[in-house]
Nanobody, 114 residues
Framework: QAQLVESGGGLVQAGGSLRLSCAAS????????MGWYRQAPGKQRELVAS???????NYVDSVKGRFTISRDNAKNTVYLQMNSLKPEDTAVYYC????????WGQGTQVTVSS
């Protein structure tokens, strides 16, 4: 069964760092392209970062220079390294496939205190 499982969220002070992980089941290949999304209370879900088949990465302007998306094909896992966190980064973070069928993870909460 296809499945994405996020982990690594938590509570951190402003300026701190977190690394999110998204582990994919064998029926999903993270090499084909993945994205990290977030949804804050009362707001629409937005694409934060993506990584394509060729390794090209893209970021929403608000996280450029602070967040880095990467993948480990051997572990079939995608990461989101988040540095210099701000209170406005507080949200539930989700990973999603960007190729073939659309699969979402269950989400992991990130809370940044001021």
């Amino acid at each position: 069964q296809a499945q994405l499982v996020e982990s690594g969220g938590g509570l951190v002070q402003a300026g701190g760092s977190l690394r999110l992980s998204c582990a994919a089941s064998r029926s999903i290949s993270v090499n084909n392209g993945m994205g990290w999304y977030r949804q804050a209370p009362g707001k629409q879900r937005e694409l934060v970062a993506s990584i394509g088949l060729d390794g090209t990465t893209n970021y929403v302007d608000s996280v450029k220079g602070r967040f880095t998306i990467s993948r480990d094909n051997a572990k079939n896992t995608v990461y989101l390294q988040m540095n210099s966190l701000k209170p406005e980064d507080t949200a539930v973070y989700y990973c999603r496939t960007h190729y073939g069928l659309t699969w979402w993870g269950q989400g992991t909460q990130v809370t940044v205190s001021s």
